[in-house]
């Protein structure tokens, strides 16, 4: 059984007992969280798809520690025009144990089924509808079209 869930803008696919490191929340070390932006479950052959999250459906999990990510270097520059730049960032994480997934929704997903056809209107017969027809009339100086009715009897 996995479940995809949302955390800080990110999707991770989980299932009991995964370690993850997600960006920070706020709690201790120790504490118990619950989250509940679950996107989808999977369980043998069942799959629970949300719309765009399930509503019930929870992840449990346990806040192992909070750290910080590896140091990254932004280095910004334009060459011949004396311009550098330097930064640094470290992102604050928070390291999560899965405990369990739970799955109180039963929307699942259906085989497609067929769609009756549509009834279609009849059309008037051509024998009892005004037609009209273009044609090319040439004058002097220019060539134009015009529409002619034409019936059928």
């Known amino acids: 059984m996995y479940a995809v869930i949302r ?3 990110k999707q991770y696919k989980v299932s009991k007992d995964d370690i993850i490191s997600v960006e920070k929340l706020t709690a201790e070390a120790g504490d118990k969280i ?14 629970i798809i949300g719309d ?5 459906a929870t992840v449990n999990a346990e806040v192992i520690e ?3 990510a590896k140091k990254i270097i932004v280095f910004k520059k334009k060459r011949r025009q ?6 640094g960032h470290q ?3 928070t ?9 109180i929704a039963t929307k699942k997903v259906a085989v497609k089924k067929e769609k009756e056809p549509k009834e279609v209107k009849q059309k008037k017969s051509a024998s009892a509808e005004t037609k009209t027809k273009k044609e090319t009339v040439k004058t ?3 060539t134009r079209s015009v529409k002619k009715e034409k019936t059928k009897e």
């Open 52 to 56: 765009p999250i399930i509503k019930g």
């Open 34 to 47: 619950s989250l509940d932006e679950v996107l989808m479950i999977s369980e043998k052959d069942e799959l």
């Open 91 to 93: 992102q604050n994480l």
């Open 66 to 68: 909070q750290k910080r």
């Open 95 to 103: 390291t999560l144990k899965i405990v369990d997934i739970k799955a």
């Open 140 to 142: 002097a100086t220019k």
């Open 7 to 9: 955390s800080g803008g």
């Open 82 to 87: 004396n311009y550098r730049r330097k930064n």
